[in-house]
């Protein structure tokens, strides 16, 4: 990866040859290694590193922006002639103000991990060969992937500007699938790809798996669920893409619009964003080089405010909270570290809790209905099981859900005490599991042989 030192000497270099009013520089490096399994054998292995130079010119308030993979003196010489050389087709921002100053708060530049960064191919082999004798044994085929991750980020601006971080962590999913139409799933995240325990999951994997043999259908309805982390997470990503970036609430296409300070969600649901959580290891700083700060999104139900960058910063007269995205990019922020407050219960006592209802691993190919009222779509996947009397009882065939992921969020019974951190996306999301009421969940039907 790039240290400090050649990251400032190629930022630099590219701003020295800015002569517009304003210029940014932002450099990124990332590197994943990856092994992917699948019937219970390796499948590919993959380690690539990218290099990315963006180049953002201001002049006039009309803004060229362009990246290249080309660091040489020439490459990045180049890159910004050809930024200011678009100026001229470019139309003014009348709403644009200024890029972001130097802040004085102070920043982890480095949270690299020596479990991950001398973690080999072999040692993702061996962890991965276990996985595959566990499948073995219970008759179950394994796939999934595991990937180290790196990132190099570093930023500078005409305005004195100046951080750099780096990064990385690890992340193991594993599915575990029988001949019964019966499946288990997990995934593990840590900054130490030493701290993954492949073993636990791969266990977990196919318990799920053998317990979910030749599901059971049940009829559609309003359901009392136990939600794990990662199904809390797959609602909770999707519920951030739509209302907690700047973006949206400023063009009032966000179900935040108009509502801050009142209630959307239940007392017992407080969700913030916060990229110095000890749990995760992703930048500390955005893609303008501000320090990413802790944002309180919902408050025990009240919703109490949003990520922003400097452009929406400007406009609606606050502060940048560090949540810039790429120059490219044109969603606009969004939190990247979301934090869930746990309750006071482990996750075994929400399903002993309860009389009747189900147990949901994760869901599978979530997708929006309806954003302004968080109303999505998609189905249970890898173990879903009857829960009576307060326990486990018998699998059921997935389902399909239409729920507004606030009015679930209204509903939260119980929370867990443990949570996990669970990846998607580029997100980070440290969540416990929910017992959630009233639950939409609807019966998917039978298929039929077709020509």
């Not at 139900?301 to 960058?309: C, E, F, H, K, P």
Request: with cysteine; charged share 25%; proline share 5%.
């Amino acid at each position: 990866m790039i240290n400090p030192e050649k990251a400032e000497k190629i930022l630099k270099a590219a701003l020295s040859f800015a002569t517009s009013d304003m210029a940014e520089a932002v450099l990124e490096r990332e590197r994943l290694a990856l092994s992917r399994f699948s019937e219970n054998r390796i499948s590919d292995v993959i380690d690539r590193e990218e290099t990315t130079l963006y180049v953002r010119c201001i002049n006039d308030k009309r803004i060229g922006v362009i990246a290249t993979g080309d660091i040489s003196p020439n490459g990045i010489k180049q890159a910004v002639l050809d930024c200011e050389g678009m100026l001229k087709f470019m139309v003014p921002d009348e709403q644009f103000s200024t890029l972001p100053a130097p802040v004085e708060t102070k920043h982890r530049e480095r949270q690299d991990s020596p479990g991950t960064s001398f973690y080999e191919p072999a040692d993702r082999a061996n962890v991965i060969r276990r996985i595959a004798g566990i499948a073995h044994k219970a008759n179950l085929e394994a796939s999934g992937a595991f990937r180290q991750e790196w990132k190099m980020l570093a930023v500078s601006n005409t305005l004195g500007v100046n951080r750099f971080y780096t990064g990385s962590h690890a992340q193991l999913s594993v599915t575990m699938s029988g001949k019964d139409d019966n499946s288990g799933w997990g995934m593990a995240y840590n900054p130490d790809a030493v701290q993954i325990d492949g073993d636990n999951l791969a266990l977990t994997a196919s318990r799920i798996a053998m317990k979910s043999r030749n599901p059971q259908s049940i009829p559609s309805g309003k359901y009392t669920v136990i939600l794990s982390p990662a199904a809390v997470g797959q609602l909770l990503i999707l519920l951030s893409f739509m209302g907690f970036g700047c973006k949206t609430l400023y063009q009032k296409r966000s179900f935040m619009a108009g509502h801050i300070g009142e209630k959307i969600a239940g007392d017992n649901f407080t969700v913030y964003d916060d990229a110095n959580d000890e749990n995760f290891a992703s930048p500390t700083i955005d893609y303008e080089g501000i320090p990413r700060q802790r944002v309180a999104l919902v408050e025990n139900g009240i919703a109490r405010g949003v990520v922003y960058n400097s452009y929406y910063a400007n406009l609606m007269e606050t502060q940048s909270t560090g949540h810039a995205l790429p120059p490219t990019n044109a969603f606009g922020p969004y939190p990247k570290n979301l934090v869930v407050a746990g309750g006071e219960r482990q996750t075994d006592d929400l399903v002993k809790s309860t009389q009747k209802g189900l147990l949901v691993n994760h869901f599978w190919y979530l997708n929006y209905l309806n954003p302004m009222r968080t109303m999505v779509t998609g189905t249970t996947r890898d173990g879903l099981f009857l829960v009576e009397n307060g326990e486990i009882t018998t699998p059921v065939k997935n389902m399909r859900t239409n729920q507004s992921i606030l009015e679930a969020f209204s509903n939260i019974e119980e929370l867990s005490k443990d949570r996990v951190v669970y990846p998607q996306f580029g997100v980070l999301m440290k969540v416990p599991a929910m017992k959630v009421g009233e639950f939409n969940l609807i019966a998917e039907e039978e298929e039929t042989d077709k020509c």
